[in-house]
């Protein structure tokens, strides 16, 4: 793929505030000058990522990921640089231009980026024939607004469409677009040859055929996926004919498990007394937004992960629960509470007083908004939703119920790693406790054993993919460190260090700052410094990009920045000429009894050079 010219990458981070790319991901409030939120690379309870939208750069103080805005979008989308390049530049609406003139063909392009441009045409083709004159988007149309009782208007704001019970003309379409084999296999919305022969037309199979079709974007508002909900459109010869809903299998844009549906809209009405609202199913999610309630998300049709409370979480810390109130709907909820308190969530479960069985979806269409009030007024605790259905009458609990139950509320506390909070739970379920005739004690002795005997069964976490040993807490910064922030914050400091005071050997290139040092030295040598707002061809690595985006976040509090690059020098001459001292005096020492006195002389003027230099360290003149 051709290169990007560095003229439009320096374009591109001058006219992108970082600020605007972070928001969409990272919920962040204002403190000082710069702005603070949970970090989206680890989970955390306590804000520690901060925002720099004045030099355009990011840090967590929490895991020590660091960068600029081509970083960020890098690892929150799982892009390369130049995906990333492209996809600022699409969204911002910046012109790029490549070293080979043209730019990217549309073979060039990267898989992914050519996903997503397919999906966002097959969700247009599919809303187009739901709102179009025919037969299928005449009956689609009715089954929403009738059957569903849904208005139109919702469907036009989610672009919900619709397949005929041929598939339409969608295949015809993309293949006319020009779509590479890859993308065309690849994207889920067909059955491809098996034999792995040649696309043309009419070798590709709709897979979503007689359906109503509603779009799944990711949380940033790309469509990546479909819901396909059966119909009496729905052929008999669909292989999945008896399922209601059909979703996109896994594609190299879309893991179920990864995302949230309306996450892309509700994350930004969330806020105070504003909490998600977890939902099923997407109906019930649509049915929400109807009524106003706009914080409403769902799972794809699969049991909540972490990772979709991880990213509920970067937005807020609140979730209230409202699953349907059948066995299915108790058993999710059930499942959902370990993971939630894992991920440090606070969740509440709306329930209805008197009601047996509620029904989201119907229960808003009948009485609106007004029924989330209703519910928020009846909602139970972690504890109480625990104690509400996994032992409803504990008194006449028999030996076995109890055992279970007792077990599924140890597994439910014990998810979360605060002591203060498993205290916190115990104590709230302890009324339970003392109705089924267990000591309170007893009971909380019995929840440290098993504690205990479930980290002894469990093997120990492996360190993450390159990481080394974690450094002591008393380890010293290397001087290479001290000069490269200097060298970013202070360039006036680079021609002097690189021409008069420091010797290439003196510098440690096995470590990350060395390297960068060496090689930016090398640059102020030719007069090629490209300045710190362009730097990107002079870092090879990940972890050079995140060392030197660290080290830009904000300027260092130096009051005497000459002062700290003098220390520095020093204690670079004396790594490297220390040792030589302390070898030459041995020599000198083994050498006194022999009779070269020449050799001995030799060794007796290296010492004294070498005690005069450590004595005289290069040093940055006055207003050096």
């Given at each position: 793929m051709p290169a990007i010219k560095s003229t439009s990458l320096r374009d591109l981070k001058a006219r992108v505030n970082l600020l605007d790319v972070v928001s969409r991901v990272v919920t962040v409030r204002k403190v000082g000058s710069r702005f603070r939120g949970l970090c989206p690379f680890h989970q955390e309870k306590t804000p520690s990522f901060y925002v720099n939208p004045d030099n355009g750069f990011y840090k967590c103080f929490g895991?020590?990921?660091?960068?600029d805005v081509i970083t960020f979008v890098r690892e929150t989308e799982g892009l390369t640089f130049t995906e990333a390049v492209e996809t600022i530049a699409k969204r911002f609406g910046v012109t790029l231009e490549y070293e080979a003139g043209a730019g990217p063909s549309r073979e060039?392009?990267?898989?992914?980026q050519e996903l997503f441009e397919l999906h966002e045409l097959a969700a247009e083709h599919f809303y187009q024939a739901f709102k179009g004159p025919g037969p299928a988007g005449?009956?689609?149309r009715a089954y929403w607004t009738e059957k569903r009782r849904f208005p139109v208007e919702l469907a036009d704001e989610f672009?919900?469409?619709?397949?005929d019970a041929n598939g339409g003309e969608l295949a015809a379409m993309l293949m006319r677009r020009k779509f590479s084999e890859e993308a065309l296999r690849q994207c889920g919305l067909f059955f491809a040859p098996r034999d792995g022969g040649p696309i043309v037309l009419g070798t590709l199979k709709h897979r979503f055929r007689g359906r109503l079709m509603i779009p799944i974007r990711d949380h940033q508002g790309r469509v990546v996926a479909f819901t396909a909900r059966q119909t009496d459109l729905t052929p008999a010869d669909d292989p999945a004919r008896e399922a209601k809903y059909v979703n996109s299998p896994e594609t190299p844009i879309f893991t179920k498990g990864n995302l949230l549906f309306n996450l892309d809209r509700a994350r930004s009405h969330v806020g105070d007394d504003r909490p998600f609202v977890l939902v099923e199913g997407q109906l019930d999610a649509l049915r929400c937004w109807q009524v106003g309630l706009k914080t409403a998300v769902a799972p794809q049709g699969t049991a909540i992960t972490d990772t979709q409370l991880a990213?509920?979480?970067?937005?807020?810390?609140e979730v209230e629960c409202f699953f349907d109130s059948d066995s299915a709907g108790q058993k999710a909820a059930l499942r959902f509470l370990p993971l939630a308190l894992k991920t440090g969530l606070?969740?509440?479960f709306l329930t209805l007083a008197g009601a047996e069985k509620v029904d989201p979806d119907l229960l808003f269409l009948e009485r609106g908004l007004a029924a989330y009030d209703e519910l928020r007024h009846s909602a139970l605790s972690m504890m109480g939703f625990m104690q509400r259905y996994i032992l409803p009458d504990p008194r006449a609990a028999t030996s076995e119920a109890t055992a279970r139950a007792v077990q599924q509320i140890y597994e439910v506390v014990a998810a979360t790693d605060s002591e203060v909070l498993q205290k916190q739970l115990l104590a709230e379920i302890a009324p339970v406790i003392g109705a089924l005739r267990i000591m309170p004690d007893a009971f909380e002795r019995d929840f440290l054993r098993f504690v205990r005997h479930?980290?002894?069964?469990?093997?120990?976490?492996a360190p993450a993919p390159g990481a080394g040993p974690l450094p002591a807490a008393t380890t010293v910064r290397p001087p290479e460190h001290d000069l490269l922030l200097l060298c970013l914050h202070y360039e006036q400091f680079g021609k002097p260090l690189a021409h008069e005071?420091?010797?290439?050997d003196w510098i440690d290139a096995a470590h990350p700052s060395g390297a960068i040092l060496r090689r930016f030295l090398t640059e102020f040598e030719h007069d090629t410094w490209p300045g710190r707002d362009h730097l990107d061809e002079l870092l090879e690595t990940p972890e050079e990009k995140t060392l030197v985006a660290s080290l830009l976040f904000e300027s260092p509090a130096i009051d005497d920045p000459r002062k700290v690059a003098n220390e520095g020098l020093r204690r670079l001459q004396s790594r490297t000429l220390e040792p030589r001292l302390r070898q030459i005096e041995l020599e000198i020492a083994s050498k006194q009894t022999d009779v070269d006195a020449d050799i001995l002389l030799l060794l007796l003027r290296d010492r004294s050079e070498l005690q005069r230099q450590l004595r005289q360290p290069p040093a940055l003149a006055d207003g050096g």
């Amino acid at each position: 793929m051709p290169a990007i010219k560095s003229t439009s990458l320096r374009d591109l981070k001058a006219r992108v505030n970082l600020l605007d790319v972070v928001s969409r991901v990272v919920t962040v409030r204002k403190v000082g000058s710069r702005f603070r939120g949970l970090c989206p690379f680890h989970q955390e309870k306590t804000p520690s990522f901060y925002v720099n939208p004045d030099n355009g750069f990011y840090k967590c103080f929490g895991c020590g990921k660091a960068g600029d805005v081509i970083t960020f979008v890098r690892e929150t989308e799982g892009l390369t640089f130049t995906e990333a390049v492209e996809t600022i530049a699409k969204r911002f609406g910046v012109t790029l231009e490549y070293e080979a003139g043209a730019g990217p063909s549309r073979e060039e392009r990267s898989l992914r980026q050519e996903l997503f441009e397919l999906h966002e045409l097959a969700a247009e083709h599919f809303y187009q024939a739901f709102k179009g004159p025919g037969p299928a988007g005449d009956f689609m149309r009715a089954y929403w607004t009738e059957k569903r009782r849904f208005p139109v208007e919702l469907a036009d704001e989610f672009k919900i469409g619709a397949a005929d019970a041929n598939g339409g003309e969608l295949a015809a379409m993309l293949m006319r677009r020009k779509f590479s084999e890859e993308a065309l296999r690849q994207c889920g919305l067909f059955f491809a040859p098996r034999d792995g022969g040649p696309i043309v037309l009419g070798t590709l199979k709709h897979r979503f055929r007689g359906r109503l079709m509603i779009p799944i974007r990711d949380h940033q508002g790309r469509v990546v996926a479909f819901t396909a909900r059966q119909t009496d459109l729905t052929p008999a010869d669909d292989p999945a004919r008896e399922a209601k809903y059909v979703n996109s299998p896994e594609t190299p844009i879309f893991t179920k498990g990864n995302l949230l549906f309306n996450l892309d809209r509700a994350r930004s009405h969330v806020g105070d007394d504003r909490p998600f609202v977890l939902v099923e199913g997407q109906l019930d999610a649509l049915r929400c937004w109807q009524v106003g309630l706009k914080t409403a998300v769902a799972p794809q049709g699969t049991a909540i992960t972490d990772t979709q409370l991880a990213l509920l979480r970067r937005y807020h810390l609140e979730v209230e629960c409202f699953f349907d109130s059948d066995s299915a709907g108790q058993k999710a909820a059930l499942r959902f509470l370990p993971l939630a308190l894992k991920t440090g969530l606070e969740v509440r479960f709306l329930t209805l007083a008197g009601a047996e069985k509620v029904d989201p979806d119907l229960l808003f269409l009948e009485r609106g908004l007004a029924a989330y009030d209703e519910l928020r007024h009846s909602a139970l605790s972690m504890m109480g939703f625990m104690q509400r259905y996994i032992l409803p009458d504990p008194r006449a609990a028999t030996s076995e119920a109890t055992a279970r139950a007792v077990q599924q509320i140890y597994e439910v506390v014990a998810a979360t790693d605060s002591e203060v909070l498993q205290k916190q739970l115990l104590a709230e379920i302890a009324p339970v406790i003392g109705a089924l005739r267990i000591m309170p004690d007893a009971f909380e002795r019995d929840f440290l054993r098993f504690v205990r005997h479930r980290s002894r069964q469990s093997p120990p976490a492996a360190p993450a993919p390159g990481a080394g040993p974690l450094p002591a807490a008393t380890t010293v910064r290397p001087p290479e460190h001290d000069l490269l922030l200097l060298c970013l914050h202070y360039e006036q400091f680079g021609k002097p260090l690189a021409h008069e005071l420091l010797p290439r050997d003196w510098i440690d290139a096995a470590h990350p700052s060395g390297a960068i040092l060496r090689r930016f030295l090398t640059e102020f040598e030719h007069d090629t410094w490209p300045g710190r707002d362009h730097l990107d061809e002079l870092l090879e690595t990940p972890e050079e990009k995140t060392l030197v985006a660290s080290l830009l976040f904000e300027s260092p509090a130096i009051d005497d920045p000459r002062k700290v690059a003098n220390e520095g020098l020093r204690r670079l001459q004396s790594r490297t000429l220390e040792p030589r001292l302390r070898q030459i005096e041995l020599e000198i020492a083994s050498k006194q009894t022999d009779v070269d006195a020449d050799i001995l002389l030799l060794l007796l003027r290296d010492r004294s050079e070498l005690q005069r230099q450590l004595r005289q360290p290069p040093a940055l003149a006055d207003g050096g």
